[in-house]
């Protein structure tokens, strides 16, 4: 199995400001990676899909990089209503797998 | 716009079985895949299984290989998951969720409301 690894496990910043989650994969995932958002009671929201591309709705400050093993997400001008739990998934093969989140709070 | 709506919350005792159902609406049902993901209490997200209905074979994560089975209605459009030898570490929010293929792959765009078990004596 591909283990996911992110870090960090949490993070807090203000208002406007950039953060960065990155996420490891255990082996070569080519481009086969999303990221998710998930507040507490909620189901995930896709963010992200095949490591950069921006799911329909989702802002602009959010975006995504990286290839491989490694990866990132980041968030320009946070804003409040980010705060909550994001998740790197792979779907490069069987079974697919998650990163353990990073919950990212407000200062 | 496709749809996921779920059954409801269900209660358990260990070694027993439960089938959650995952209703879908819009889209062609046949053209997607639907997933299964768990969420244990204050946990991350673990993926059980996938279906494409009408296109061969689920796929399993190999811990549930021996106990779970994901099938698919095309008449109903309906999704399900039955888990079976239930313990209390089954205890979780059980979602399905649509891997729409093509560029998009298995990356989840569509999640169902979630359905809660609970598993205990």
């Known amino acids: 199995d591909t283990q996911m690894t992110q870090s960090p496990s949490t993070l807090s910043a203000s208002v406007g400001d950039r953060v960065t989650i990155t996420c490891r994969a255990s082996?070569?995932?080519?481009?086969?990676l999303a990221w998710y958002q998930q507040k507490p009671g909620i189901a995930p929201k896709l963010l992200i899909y095949e490591t950069s591309n921006l799911e329909s709705g989702v802002p602009s400050r959010f975006s995504g990089s990286g290839g491989r093993t490694e990866f990132t997400l980041t968030i320009n001008n946070l804003q409040p209503e980010d705060i909550g739990t994001y998740y790197c998934q792979q779907y490069n093969g069987f079974p697919w797998t998650f990163g353990q989140g990073t919950k990212v709070e407000i200062e | 716009q496709v749809h996921l709506v779920q059954s409801g919350a269900e209660v358990r005792k260990p070694g027993s079985s439960v089938k959650v159902s995952c209703k879908a609406s819009?889209?062609?049902?046949?053209?997607?895949?639907i997933n299964w993901i768990r969420q244990a209490p204050g946990q991350g997200l673990e993926w059980v299984g996938r279906i494409v209905p009408s296109f061969g074979p689920p796929k399993y994560a190999q811990k549930f290989q021996d106990r779970v089975a994901i099938t698919a209605d095309d008449s109903t459009t309906t999704a399900y998951m039955e888990l079976n030898t239930l313990t209390s570490e089954d205890t979780a929010v059980y979602y399905c969720a649509r891997g729409p293929g093509g560029q998009r792959g298995d990356a989840l765009d569509i999640w169902g409301q979630g359905t809660w078990l609970a598993v205990s004596s």
């Open positions: 819009g889209g062609n049902f046949n053209n997607y895949a």
């Open positions: 082996q070569n995932i080519n481009k086969w």
